[in-house]
């Protein structure tokens, strides 16, 4: 067992965690944070994907050691004082989930996506969202949530405008 | 209790239309669910599965000494320890009288039949622990020989896939329209014909690979079990599992939480749930059950899998004169809970939109040593829809006809609905023609023709193709007549329940159990214009077999068609119980009542009225009733369908096929969707997308992959090659509407509408960009290795590489190397 600290939706924990536990199980199993999930076994559906230190990563690539003095953001600690984050605003607005499984992972890595292209294209949506899947929607309205999401969020077009516009 | 009297206002805004954002969301968007997986109880044991590594096989010995002695592990059962207990996994659908179903134990007792079938299990303290203690249980396999090749399978001197049946055969299913009385004489109409054209297609295997891995967690009380599964059917399971297992049905309460997709992987009572509930009953402890992705693509039931050998009669001048499909479907090594349906589903859409006379369906399901088939998104109507869509293609260039043409000579036009088909079906309404020319107004039609031609002309190594599905498929599954005289096991009904709570708040129960499909919000919806109560005071509860008593569930695009009109009848009930109310303190006759936007007032009389929501608190005080009527005005209904639905649309793609490599790209994709009513568009719009994104799948991506021993070598996401968002395009979509005469929304269904229609479309289109060029077919998925091999070589692209080559989408692994590619007989065009 080694020990870590990290910090997890703003709040600290200090725990014993085996060398192979992944950060994902650590997260949902000695955390209780279910709100990430896991939905696959070889890093390819992006489901379980938080912030460490503000970046995106997949939780299921990371040990739970390598978070050691790492701050960790989930799903269930981007909004604040019950004002949800722009991205989740934009998914619910723009129908970007059905089951919701993939939800928590799309949402984390499409406001990484922001981050660092803050007025993205329908096509660099597309890319820049590729590690992470979804059975249920085609994707569609999941890139009208980003770009949405993308101009409230500071950067921003007309057209995720124009794409509400057009849905109701 | 007050009889307010309100100012008179505008009617309120209709419900039922309105693009209302899913209330599910609210929980889904922060990570607030209730996953299967994130169910923790106390003193809760964790399950790992220890599957077969081989295909077929003899079980000569099973040593579990050393995984017991494991830490952490509480105990470890093989077959042998619950074959007296764990009976067979149903089939619920003997689609002929003399069906052979060889039995499918939960866990495999003395032979195994495809890799990835459980053989032990590891009940542990942790879930870690159960599975580090998988690889030390020993089991010796003395080995059988593998069936893998359905055409094989039932050749002369094939080895058997189970030795205790006489063949590989399950059943042989007919259906002949000459027979039957709903057409001619096929064989006739084929000795008469002036033209045949015969094809065989591939329907590959695929994979429904739901994003949320299946998980089951099962906490006996005292001789009472609760179960919490990822499943799309807890009410069927619940049945299931009772008739299985032996606990009585009321001493089982299953739990569907949030369930994370289906697409009809989850329409099944798996070896998994029978498992859990039997190592609980065992041991008195809650246990829990989640899978690894990579168990989930190997054991929970794959779909498709069907060669088709369909052959079309017509004239010169393109009247179709008949359909003869004949059909191996590949059941994998045991029977499902409706494998076998699944292509008789299909078996009375091959006649798509089209007037055939004339029409034969012949279906031979056939055991392999692979893991079992059953339902998946479409459910043999996307085989249908595909052969019958793909072979007018090729009889239009037989014909040297417009694919188009030759569709609009032959399809049911809008005046001639209801409209029943040679497979006996009674079409319900619709305009093929309309959805055609808005959907050909869409995509841009006249233009993309001109630049195929001018790209034609001018040797563009990228041509451009463009390919068409006018399909229709039968929804709302379903009148449960139908469902008897098909030897089905249950009927397609639907249940609701309305509860109208003394708050004037109201609780929808409903039997329909959703996994993405916001049933939330759209059964919302329809009760606030029923009852015309505000859409924030309504919830919806499902999935709980003690909360939700009765129900068929969620499969079938049955929910808003069949459960939404049980919903519509359970509020029509709600109206009549609560006009009584009414009528007694508004001191007026019943038929003096007028109901509208909620409120009951008396004709002539302005400014007196009560509120439904009123009359639900006066109801509950149960003050001042009329004499004889029980305080309550709560309802139930059941909502069995006298028919199908049939939504049809019009579909086209525009692909850009690369001849120097092989590529396809999509590069438009247009559709123009009949589903009927539509009662919230964001919700159609969705549901529409995201069966694209399968049906799309199927032609360009998807591929379950067996080697020459049995193993899947697609087994994880990095050789199953699910659609990422790079690898789809964007989907122009827009609809008509001709409501649904059987049921009283008037809606038809869409779950999988885009799913059933999108798959020939692509592959018609990406035909079209090379006939030229000598090619007349390409094997699903359309890889740019098969696309190469068809414009090089002829033929249709062939089995995907494996040996010596690298396939698009799939890795090289050892399991791979040293198939010959050409080994298969699937391999070459008729």
Known sequence: MTQISVRVDGASYSDDVEPRTLLVHYLREQLGKVGTVVGCDTSNCGACTVHLDGEAVKSCTVFAVQADGSEVTTIEGIASNGTLHPMQKAFHEMHGLQCGFCTPGMIMASIDLVKDNPNPSEDEVREGIEGNL???TGYQNIIRAVQQAAAEMGGGTASATEALGAQS | MTILEEPTTGAPQKEIGKARRRKEDARLITGRTTWTDNMVLPGMLHLAV?????????????DLAAAQQAPGVIAVFSGRDFAEEQGSIPCAWPVTPDMVNPGHPSIAVDEVNHVGEAVAVIVARSKTAAQDAVELVDIDYDLLPVVLDMEQAVGQDAPLCHDHVDSNESFNFVFDAGDMGTGGDTDQAFADAEVVVSRRFVQQRLIPAFMEPRSVVVQPQGDNYTMWASTQIPHILRVMLAMI?????????VIAPDVGGGFGGKLQVTPEEVITLLVARRLGKPVKWTETRSESLMSAHHGRDQIQYIDIAADRQGNVKGLRCRILSDMGAYLRLVSPGIPILGAFMYVGIYKFPAYRFECRGIFTNKTPTDAYRGAGRPEATFAVERIMDELAVELGMDPLELRRKNWIKAEEFPFTTAAGLEYDSGDYDGATRQALELIGYDELRAEQQRRRESGDPVQLGIGFSTFTEMCGLAPSRVLGSLSYGAGGWENAAIRMLPTGKIEVVTGSTPHGQGHETAWSQLVADSLGVPFEDIEVLHGDTAISTRGM????????????????????????KARKVASHLLEASEDDLDFSAGKFSVRGTPGAGVTIQEIALATFAAHNLPDGVEPSIDAEATFDPVNFSFPHGTHICAMDV????????????????????VVNPLIVEGQVHGGLAQGIAQALYEEAVYDADGNLTTGTFVDYLVPSAADLPHFDTGNTVHPAPGNPIGAKGVGEAGCIASTPAVVNAALDAVRHLGVSDIRMPLTPERVWRAIQHGGDGGVRATAGTTAYGGAQTETTAGVPTDASSLGGDR
């Open chain 1, 134 to 136: 979804c059975r249920c």
């Open chain 2, 50 to 62: 220890v599957r077969s590594p081989v295909a077929h096989a003899k079980i000569t010995g099973v």
């Open chain 2, 245 to 253: 297992t032996g606990v009585p049905e009321h001493k089982l309460r």
């Open chain 2, 553 to 576: 569930d969620t499969y079938g695009s049955r929910s808003l068609v069949v459960g939404g009109a049980a919903v519509m009848k359970a509020a029509d009930k709600v109206i009549a």
């Open chain 2, 658 to 677: 690369d001849t120097e490599t092989g590529l396809v790209k999509i590069r438009k994709y247009a559709c123009v969707d009949d589903v009927g009513v």
